[in-house]
């Protein structure tokens, strides 16, 4: 972590597509950052969860079943399983938090069970433990997963720098090294076999020797597997400069690594990017930009010249293309910038800052996938609109998997077939309907390959309006913008109906409400065809949030208790700050148990981002002594919902146990901080009367026993 404050510090010193949406599956949920994560398997948008237990300051991995079910994750350094808990022999598997590419998961081609972690070493440890895999058998710990072999070394000393590419043929993975200090490239070869451990060397572009942080970086690999770029972080003892990033030709048939390109652009570092879906554009990411570049150009100068920058006011470091065919990219904190268009040249990528609001912090870098994880160019499906008011699709499977094929389609309306390529007529057509297709290989390593699309009979995700607003409050002025504006048909006609008997026909408009109060706005859009007619009706609550909102009063509280605090006023969003202490700062009531005296603040905001902050004092009193409620509530209101002796610090809890009436105990812990929730067995207790009995230990060791009774009130 001290080499990303560093790099923090050097930082700071410098001054689509036709409605068809690709779902991969195995990518489907994101873990991140300080336990951050993104769930893509919901839709239209990714949904923000807290519920990660993992820290990644930088490089991760996750991998989903075929269903888009979490299965595990990691840092390189720890896994988790599906029930966010460290798998069984999950720790201390190889690579060091603190790589930019810690690790990636690589499905064992041919057997669902198993799955390999490659992991790298971190400029911290001189990047001395190199490159190693661990092996996961999801039939371990009663389907948890297990990791059955770790630490195994594959070369040593490494970079940070680590990816995976498929092969030609669909099934196999080659796993791509550098070696340190060098122009060397290594690629392992992943098939039903296993690891073969004789890699294929690639010695082409830059020697990576001038200093030691151009062994921290990334490699990227386009989704169609033809090319990859090397990135490399700038000399942090040397401020200003510029770095440069590499592409080479890639044959994933063979594994060679050719025809280096050097990309520089005087004043500019570099230190990530990512591929746009059709692996034409590729977007290198810097301070507060993401830069676009047409990536298959001939040659370095013209790719040079191809540039577009794509300003942010965030540091951007990670960038990964997600299941919904966009880029997302990763500032340290709660909101991460999207491309939502990335295949498009230009400003029409609809670049957005801080468009992706998130539960938890992010911080370095996002999950690493397999490049074709998002979007497979070999195994899968082509759409084809036949007919857009009566819903008929034309549907081509596509698959370079060898041996005879079978293909299984499920249309997502009941129906299903089991052709190449079928047409198919969605009722009604104006649905949005899951498409998944199976393909099957009787070449028993190459099993089974799902595919999942989500299809808009209607042939354009346009047909649907949809649009998103940002407000002044208390101006009242407010800016209206459609989502997705690349949508160039002339031929629609967009009319706003703002609820105060205003409308408008400008593609954004801006307007201003003169009373507060929550409008309904209606997007309708017209076309020459009457059966893409449609309209979108949004609550805009342009609330005076200021003299409703309220918060809790100041409290006085002892040391280990916990209280629920509220906050209440017209806004939907809620964030509490310091988060210390707090089990969820981001809904109006959480609860609190800080340590110290704390002035908890709480910023109430509305949609349009109309917002107002309270503020709150816990006062924490110390205890001299043992203290032990003589009742509590287990009502799940936030007030003495759970028995908790209260303890001065000076001493140190033995045991805590209650007994009932027949002396019979009903609960019992060592732990500090943790109560009773006056349940036994999952089923809450009758009220009345119980007996406690307290042991603890003062500072010299002395035991202390006490007892008591409470009252439990239902």
């Known amino acids: 972590m001290k080499r990303t404050v560093t790099i923090l510090l050097f930082i700071f010193a410098f001054l689509y597509y036709?409605?068809?949406t690709v779902n991969a599956q195995k990518n489907n949920i994101w873990?991140?950052?300080?336990?951050?994560?993104?769930?893509?398997?919901a839709s239209p948008a990714p949904v923000a969860t807290g519920n990660s237990v993992m820290i990644a300051d930088e490089g991760c991995s996750s991998i989903c079943d075929d269903n888009g079910r979490l299965l595990f994750y990691t840092n390189g350094v720890t896994v988790y399983n599906r029930n966010h808990t460290e798998m069984l022999n999950g720790s201390s598997i190889g690579g060091n938090i603190s790589a930019f590419q810690s690790g990636i998961i690589v499905p064992y081609p041919g057997n669902p069970n198993l799955y390999y972690i490659f992991t790298s070493d971190a400029i911290e440890n001189s990047y001395a433990n190199g490159y190693r895999y661990s092996v996961v058998d999801m039939a371990g710990d009663n389907g948890n997963g297990a990791v059955t072999s770790k630490n195994n070394l594959l070369i040593a000393p490494g970079t940070e720098r680590l990816a995976a590419c498929r092969h030609a043929n669909g099934t196999d993975v080659w796993v791509i090294t550098n070696d340190h200090n060098s122009n060397t490239f290594r690629a392992w070869l992943v098939n039903c076999s296993g690891i073969q451990y004789a890699a294929v060397?690639?010695?082409?572009?830059?020697?990576?020797?001038?200093?030691?942080s151009m062994g921290v970086g990334a490699i990227r690999i386009s989704p169609d597997g033809k090319q990859i770029c090397?990135?490399?972080f700038p000399d942090l003892t040397v401020p200003g400069g510029n770095n440069f990033f590499q592409i080479f030709d890639f044959d994933n048939l063979t594994g060679i690594i050719s025809n280096p390109k050097k990309i520089s652009v005087p004043g500019i570092n570099y230190i990530n990017g990512e591929y746009a879906p059709n692996s034409q554009l590729f977007y290198a990411v810097r301070l507060n930009a993401a830069d676009q570049f047409q990536i298959r150009l001939a040659s370095a100068a013209n790719i040079i010249s191809s540039r577009i920058s794509l300003s942010s006011s965030n540091n951007l470091f990670g960038a990964q293309l997600a299941p919904d065919g966009k880029i997302y990219l990763s500032p340290t904190g709660l909101a991460l910038d999207v491309i939502n268009n990335p295949d498009v040249a230009g400003t029409g990528c609809n670049y957005r800052i801080a468009q992706q609001p998130l539960l938890k912090p992010a911080m370095l870098g996002f999950p690493a996938f397999v490049n074709d994880a998002s979007v497979s160019p070999y195994n899968g499906f082509m759409v084809q609109i036949l007919d857009s008011c009566t819903g008929r699709v034309q549907f081509s499977g596509q698959s370079n998997l060898?041996?005879?094929?079978?293909w299984q389609w499920d249309f997502g309306d009941g129906n299903t077939s089991a052709l190449q390529n079928p047409v198919h007529t969605f009722v009604p057509a104006r649905n949005n309907y899951t498409v998944t297709l199976k393909i099957t290989s009787s070449v028993a390593c190459n099993g089974a390959i799902a595919k999942m699309k989500t299809v808009s009979p209607t042939g354009s995700v346009f047909s649907k309006p949809d649009f998103r607003y940002f407000g002044g409050c208390d101006s009242g002025y407010i800016r209206f913008e459609i989502i997705n504006p690349v949508d160039t048909n002339s031929a629609r006609k967009y009319t706003w109906y703002f609820d105060d008997g205003t409308s408008s026909e400008e593609l954004n408009p801006k307007h201003i409400y003169n009373q507060p109060g929550v409008y309904n706005v209606k997007l309708k859009i017209k076309t020459t065809t009457a059966c893409l007619d449609d309209s979108t009706t949004k609550a805009v609550d342009m609330a005076d949030l200021t003299g409703t909102a309220s918060i809790s009063p100041d409290q006085v509280i002892f040391a280990g208790q916990t209280i629920k605090l509220f906050a209440t006023g017209p806004g939907t969003h809620f964030e509490w700050s310091p988060a210390s202490g707090l089990d969820n700062p981001f809904i109006a009531s959480p609860k609190a148990s800080p340590l110290t005296t704390t002035t908890y603040k709480v910023r109430i905001s509305t949609d349009v981002g109309c917002f107002v902050e309270r503020s709150v004092k816990l006062t924490v009193v110390e205890l001299d002594d043992i203290y032990v409620p003589t009742g509590f509530t287990p009502n799940n209101d936030g007030k003495n919902d759970l028995l908790i002796p209260l303890m001065a610090s000076k001493y140190s809890l033995k045991e805590f146990s209650v007994y009932n009436r027949w002396g019979q105990r009903v609960y019992t812990t060592a732990t500090t901080g943790e109560g009773w929730n006056g349940k036994q067995n999952g089923i809450v207790n009758d009220s009345g009367v119980y007996i406690w009995v307290l042991k603890a230990a003062d500072e010299a060791g002395k035991l202390i026993e006490k007892k008591g009774t409470?009252?439990?009130?239902?």
């Open 18 to 20: 036709s409605g068809v």
């Open 31 to 41: 873990y991140f950052g300080a336990q951050s994560g993104l769930d893509f398997n």
């Open 201 to 212: 060397v690639s010695s082409v572009g830059e020697i990576m020797n001038q200093h030691e």
């Open 230 to 232: 090397q990135t490399h």
């Open 402 to 406: 060898s041996g005879i094929l079978s």
């Open 710 to 714: 409470v009252m439990l009130i239902q």
